[in-house]
Structure formats: C-alpha cells, structure tokens
T-cell receptor, first 110, second 114 residues
Framework: LAKTTQPISMDSYEGQEVNITCSHN???????ITWYQQFPSQGPRFIIQ???TKVTNEVASLFIPADRKSSTLSLPRVSLSDTAVYYC???????????FGTGTRLQVFP | GAVVSQHPSWVICKSGTSVKIECRSL??????MFWYRQFPKQSLMLMAT?????????EQGVEKDKFLINHASLTLSTLTVTSAHPEDSSFYIC??????????FGEGSRLTVL
C-alpha cells in the first residue's frame, strides 16, 4: 500500500474553503485515493474516493492531477462542525486492509 | 444510521481482568472485519484482520494471545483483551467491508484499565 504524506494540522475560519493536500508518490496503477474524516472519540467516516481528475459529492471535492502523485481534498465553506482529523488513504479499490497515516487535524474557528 | 456497531462504547476495568468488545455489522454480512487501536492524538493502527470461520491474522507486533479475536458469525466479531494492564488503555475501533469501495467503521470502544 502506498504511503501518504499530509500536513499535520491546518487552521481555518468558518465560511472559508479548505484544501488539504496529500502526497502519494508511490501510488500504483490500480490504487484509488480515499479520504476519511474522524471526530474525537468516534470511528472514521468515509468522505470521498477517486481515481483520477475530479470527483465531487455533497460534502467535498477531490482533485487528482494527471500523474496521481498527489491529491487535494476540498471542503467548501467549512463550519465549526468540520473540525476533525482528515485521513488520506491509497490502495486498490475495495481494499479492505487500510493503513492510516498521520492525518491532518483541521481546526475551524468562528 | 450506523451500519457497524460496537459495544460497549466505553469500559473501565481493573488491571488483570479481561474485557470483551463486540463489533456487529447491522444490515450486511461481513466475512472480514478489522480491528484498530488508537492512542490519544495518534492515528489508527491496524491490529488484526478478523476472518469469519477461521483464525485472525495479526499485524506484526500485536500479541495474538493478548488480543483474542473471534469471528463466529458473518455479522459479529469480538475482541477480547486478556489480562488487561494500564498500557492497554486505548480507543479500539472495528471496521467492516460492505464491498462498496468504502469501509464502515464502528463508533469505537474506549478502554480504561485501572
């Protein structure tokens, strides 16, 4: 499974757009990129998954450049409730064995 | 609603006792479940893969005799922390694959060993 590198922490204010970038230089051809969100004392929750270009759902967008060596999770207009740790994971589709990296601790201020 | 449920959500026990944590897939069958451990301010660490009807597969450094895993049915996996000690105090999380490309995680179980 490809290793990922993310910023340890980020700060933002309510209403701003937040972009969290993840580096995965050793991503394999059959690897997908998946992001999870974790609140304190809760299990992680799936946010979004993509393979290339751009993916958008009701909560976030995922931008993946052509070389796929990095990806950016974009959270539009964050609120206080978006304060959480965000994990970027890389692995084959439907992989069941996930190895978590350090994650990015996002703090949203009023 | 939750598709993977853990019980108990928190437990306090005395040193030397054993504690069992349950992980249930609520509306789907999971032949494979996973157990993670998370210490404060740290990431999730995969402990073992729980396989229905067979022995669990443990990650390197995880003591199989310490952390007993039983996957007796397609909807239930249990983790038993045997002879618990204060250093075993942690947040234990399970997950199950619903074959949809995303893993579903339980709410977590916080173990405190006195």
């Amino acid at each position: 499974l490809a290793k990922t590198t993310q910023p340890i922490s980020m700060d933002s204010y309510e209403g701003q757009e937040v972009n969290i970038t993840c580096s995965h230089n050793n991503i394999a051809t059959n690897d997908y990129i998946t992001w999870y969100q974790q609140f304190p004392s809760q299990g992680p929750r799936f946010i979004i998954q993509g393979y290339k270009t751009k993916v958008t759902n009701e909560v976030a967008s995922l931008f993946i450049p052509a070389d796929r060596k990095s990806s950016t999770l974009s959270l539009p207009r964050v609120s206080l409730s978006d304060t959480a740790v965000y994990y970027c994971l890389v692995g084959p589709y439907n992989t069941d064995k996930l190895i978590f990296g350090t994650g990015t601790r996002l703090q949203v201020f009023p | 609603g939750a598709v993977v449920s853990q019980h108990p959500s928190w437990v306090i026990c005395k040193s030397g006792t054993s504690v069992k944590i349950e992980c249930r897939s609520l509306d789907f069958q999971a032949t494979t479940m996973f157990w993670y451990r998370q210490f404060p301010k740290q990431s999730l660490m995969l402990m073992a893969t729980s396989n229905e009807g067979s022995k669990a597969t443990y990650e390197q450094g995880v003591e199989k005799d310490k952390f007993l895993i039983n996957h007796a049915s397609l909807t239930l996996s249990t983790l038993t922390v045997t002879s618990a000690h204060p250093e075993d105090s942690s947040f234990y999380i399970c997950s199950a694959d619903r074959s949809t490309g995303e893993l579903f995680f339980g709410e977590g179980s916080r173990l405190t060993v006195l």
